[in-house]
């Protein structure tokens, strides 16, 4: 009645003797269980959009959620999650494996899935979570349980460090044969769930505000150019990753996630448009879900550097 014969819930409420709150319940019931799933196809012209000016640009698969100014960044990335849980559940197939990055937007991804089966399908984790204090596997854990759970997919682990102390431990454990294991199914995931985190911004991202990395190794890492990371890949905004501390991290590098047929990246908030630049850059994504202020704080960051590179190249043209 309320979506195929367009009846409001009140005149639904009154066609079945019960309160409109209880069919709100009902609806929202219908989508978490899958009972009910809502898709948006693409507009057939998106050249002159925002989504249309960044796939021209990246080469990705853009979708812009429009989010209300007054929304408060969980209200904002609550609303991107919504629409890219039901992207992702368009990359899903049975028996696919699909490679989930921990971090407050994949969390609230997960959170937002429908409820549909994949049979055969697997969820593995992309990057360790322990660090010098805690084993960070409850967080892991629970976003890689919110997807097998909608999925129906068996999890794989990958109980390392975020970033091992030393790269030479790195080494010796990519040798093992249980983590070997965990690698050899990231090289094979046809599907890669990710975010961007940032080194500022008023939504502070996991690996910077949970002792994932000190004070030191942040501010080294910043003058050495980092902006932020992708999958606890360390990356600049020209999206080079060619860091000693990358040689310390557990994540996949922009190499290989490359190697994953789709990539969805998901990122909700202006404090990411410079990590998300430098993504964008690394070719690390195939589709990509953000919220309309990102994606124009994204666009203004591009005309900017195109305005900057062109004043440069007058300049040098003058001195010569």
């Not at 905004?237 to 557990?250: Q, V, W, Y």
């Not at 922009?254 to 690394?282: D, F, H, N, Y």
Request: charged content about 20%.
């Amino acid at each position: 009645m309320y979506y195929l014969q367009g009846h409001t819930m009140e005149n639904i409420a009154h066609h079945l003797g019960i309160s409109r709150s209880s069919i709100s319940r009902l609806l929202a019931h219908a989508r978490e269980t899958g009972l009910v799933r809502i898709s948006v196809a693409a507009a057939p012209g998106t050249r002159g959009t925002l989504a249309g000016q960044i796939s021209e640009i990246f080469g990705v698969r853009t979708s812009v959620v429009p989010v209300r100014e007054v929304d408060t960044e969980v209200n904002r990335l609550h609303n991107v999650a919504l629409v890219a849980a039901e992207r992702l559940v368009e990359l899903m197939e049975p028996g696919a494996i699909l490679g989930v990055a921990w971090g407050n937007t994949t969390s609230e991804v997960t959170r937002n899935l429908p409820r549909v089966h994949f049979p055969g399908s697997t969820v593995v984790q992309l990057n360790g979570a322990v660090n010098a204090t805690k084993s960070g596997l409850p967080y892991a854990d629970s976003i890689m349980s919110q997807a097998a759970q909608a999925f129906g997919s068996r999890t794989l682990q990958f109980p390392v460090p975020a970033f091992f102390d030393y790269p030479d431990t790195r080494e010796a454990m990519w040798r093992e044969r249980s983590i070997r294991s965990v690698l050899d199914t990231i090289d094979r995931a046809d599907v890669a769930l990710f975010g961007v985190g940032s080194l500022s911004g008023t939504l502070p991202s996991h690996v910077y505000s949970s002792g994932y990395l000190d004070p030191q190794e942040i501010a080294e890492a910043q003058a050495d150019g980092v902006v932020g990371d992708v999958c606890t890949v360390l990356i600049r905004e020209d999206g080079t990753t060619d860091l000693p501390l990358n040689k310390r991290a557990s994540g996949p590098t922009p190499e290989t996630l490359q190697k994953i047929p789709r990539r969805l990246l998901v990122v909700s908030g202006t404090g990411k448009a410079l990590p998300l630049l430098g993504a964008l850059r690394a070719k690390v994504a195939t589709d990509l879900v953000l919220d309309d202020a990102a994606a124009r704080a994204l666009m203004d960051l591009v005309r900017q550097r195109a305005h900057h590179a062109k004043a440069q190249q007058a300049r040098s043209r003058i001195a010569k």
